[in-house]
């Protein structure tokens, strides 16, 4: 999986100065740091990289999740809930409605947290909260190909895009059949 995740990574290492445009060195900083950074050999400039949030939503329409299918690499044509980058200025909720309205065109009500992920290796942590359908008319972007429900029995389990979908979804029907959710928290390594 490991490459799925790195294909994900829209953030290539930094390469220049965010302030003079001289090309960075990877070093540890002489401020006390312990880890390398990007540091401008010109201005001294230190550009910190952290890790990235994904933020998503677990769709629900009585007994059925709905799923997107990918129109974009990485994982073109595989399923997965809606589901991106978050953007600044907002909020993980917020962030999650929007990757939602985007991505499948849904008319939904924000639920519960559900999920939060790990995936350290990547420097990623992906997030997803359930959310109730109020209908089953979609509007895809140009993300998705294509927007449909699936009951439990119908998932593509094969053909999911991410693990961080398959192990939410695996967890969202494992909450569904005891009746009670709560909220998971879990590292993909
Ligand atoms: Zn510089």
Redesign the pocket.
């Known amino acids: 999986m490991l490459s799925n995740y790195t294909a994900l990574m829209h953030r290539p290492p930094t390469k220049h100065?965010?302030?003079?445009?001289?090309a960075?060195v990877y070093r540890i900083p002489d401020d006390g740091d312990t880890k390398q950074r990007a540091v401008?050999?010109?201005?001294?400039?230190v550009h910190y990289e952290n890790p990235l949030n994904v933020v998503g939503t677990i769709p629900v329409l009585g007994e059925r999740v709905l799923l997107c299918k990918r129109n974009i690499e990485p994982r073109l044509g595989k399923w997965t809930l809606p589901a991106g980058f978050m953007e600044l200025q907002e909020t993980v909720a917020q962030g999650a409605a929007r990757e939602t309205l985007e991505e499948a065109g849904a008319q939904f009500e924000m639920g519960d947290f559900f999920s939060l992920v790990n995936i350290a290796h990547v420097g990623q942590v992906h997030m997803f909260f359930r959310a109730r359908l109020l209908s089953d008319q979609f509007d895809p972007g140009y993300e998705t190909l294509e927007a449909r429900l699936f009951t439990e029995d119908d998932i593509p389990w094969n053909e999911i895009a991410f693990r961080t979908v398959s192990e939410t979804l695996k967890r969202y029907f494992a909450d569904r059949r005891t009746g009670h959710f709560s909220i998971h928290v879990f590292d993909i390594t």
């Open positions: 100065c965010r302030n003079c445009g001289s960075v401008c050999p010109a201005c001294h400039t």
